[in-house]
């Protein structure tokens, strides 16, 4: 039976085979039966649903994603915890010294505390305002180590916030379902996202901070019609290549995911269901906007 997609009031079937069929259907190609079953498609819908859903969950406040919730407060404060510690594995007798550190995931402006180094002892327990020279290894911007004790080994750098709007502030562990914060009650109060993945926690001036955000919805039960189109849309840009389907396909297919969500802003707009502009400052710094 077809998929019916309308703008509201239209029903369908929203489960996970479904919503790939209905990317099927808009390029062409041979639905499916079962996202598990042994066909191009069904492995190729398998592989890109993940990272879709969830860039078509970020692209948009999605009304029926958003949740408001009390922030359970963690202990310390603007400092990642033993868990988001990473390994040195050197440090340069340079001006400004360099730090070898894998993976490190710092970027420049942000500072770095450094503890337990052997050798050049003299960067131990002291915060560092850092430039990221690549995905291994950072500056330590002002600091000439070249009359410094030469590193020998050992050494842990973790992320320490030292803004002074937090001076006298509060750290909280985010929800795990947290996809995309958007403001705390007041709106007003500023706040930062520090960490990754589960290691994430917000850090801000308010007491007892009171967070909405769009959480990560899996069930596709609870998709709402407009966000099933345009998560089909979506998804059919993404399988039109690995599908064989034309170039033109598969940016027909992305201006339409394009359209849909243009659309969407504007009725929700005109109905007064969303703030379009609702964007704190911590948003376009830590890559989330």
């Given at each position: 039976?077809?998929?019916i997609?309308g703008?509201?009031?239209s029903t369908?079937d929203?489960s996970q085979v479904?919503?790939?069929n209905?990317?099927l259907r808009?390029?062409?190609?041979?639905?499916?039966?079962?996202?598990?079953e042994?066909?191009?498609?069904a492995?190729?819908?398998n592989?890109?649903w993940?990272y879709?859903?969830?860039e078509?969950?970020s692209?948009?406040?999605?009304?029926?994603?958003?949740k408001v919730?009390?922030?359970d407060?963690?202990v310390g404060?603007?400092v990642?915890s033993?868990?988001?510690e990473?390994?040195?594995?050197g440090?340069?007798q340079?001006?400004?010294a360099?730090?070898?550190c894998?993976?490190?995931?710092?970027?420049?402006?942000n500072?770095v505390?450094?503890?337990?180094v052997?050798?050049?002892?003299e960067?131990?327990d002291?915060?560092?305002?850092v430039?990221?020279?690549d995905?291994?290894?950072?500056k330590?911007?002002?600091?000439d180590?070249?009359k410094?004790?030469?590193?020998?080994s050992?050494?842990t750098?973790?992320?320490?916030?030292?803004?002074?709007d937090?001076?006298?502030?509060?750290t909280y562990?985010?929800?795990a379902?947290c996809?995309?914060a958007?403001?705390l009650?007041?709106k007003?109060t500023?706040y930062?996202?520090l960490?990754?993945g589960?290691?994430?926690?917000?850090?801000?001036?308010?007491k007892?901070?009171i967070?909405?955000?769009n959480?990560?919805?899996?069930?596709?039960?609870n998709m709402?019609?407009?966000?099933?189109n345009?998560f089909a849309w979506?998804l059919?840009?993404?399988?039109a290549?690995p599908?064989?389907?034309?170039d033109?396909?598969?940016?027909?297919?992305?201006n339409?995911?394009?359209?849909?969500?243009?659309k969407?802003?504007?009725?929700?707009?005109?109905?007064?269901?969303?703030?379009?502009c609702d964007?704190?400052?911590w948003?376009?710094?830590?890559?989330?906007a």
């Open positions: 039976m077809p998929i997609i703008d509201s009031g369908g929203t479904g919503i790939c209905l990317a808009r390029l062409g190609a041979e639905t499916i039966s079962s996202i598990s042994s066909t191009k498609n492995e190729h819908c592989t890109f993940d879709i859903l969830d078509v969950l692209d948009y406040q999605w009304s029926f994603t958003k919730v009390a922030l407060y963690a404060f603007g990642y033993t868990d988001d990473k390994t040195i594995t440090i340069t340079a001006n400004p360099v730090v070898t894998a993976t490190h995931g710092f970027e420049t402006g500072t505390y450094i503890d337990d052997v050798g050049m002892t960067a131990n002291t915060v560092f305002p430039e990221k020279v995905a291994n290894s950072f330590l911007l002002g600091f180590s070249t410094w004790t030469a590193y020998t050992a050494g750098c973790c992320r320490k916030e030292t803004n002074p937090y001076s006298n502030g509060y562990d985010l929800p379902d996809l995309r958007l403001h009650s007041d007003k500023n930062e996202i960490g990754i589960t290691n994430r926690r917000l850090v801000t001036t308010a007892d901070a967070l909405t955000y959480m990560l919805e899996e069930t596709t039960t709402i019609t407009r966000f099933v345009s979506r059919a840009a993404e399988l290549i599908l064989g389907k034309k033109a396909k598969q940016q027909w297919a992305m339409m995911y394009t359209y849909t969500l243009a969407t802003s504007t009725v929700d707009a005109r109905n007064d269901k969303t703030d379009l964007y704190d400052s948003l376009s710094t830590g890559g989330f």
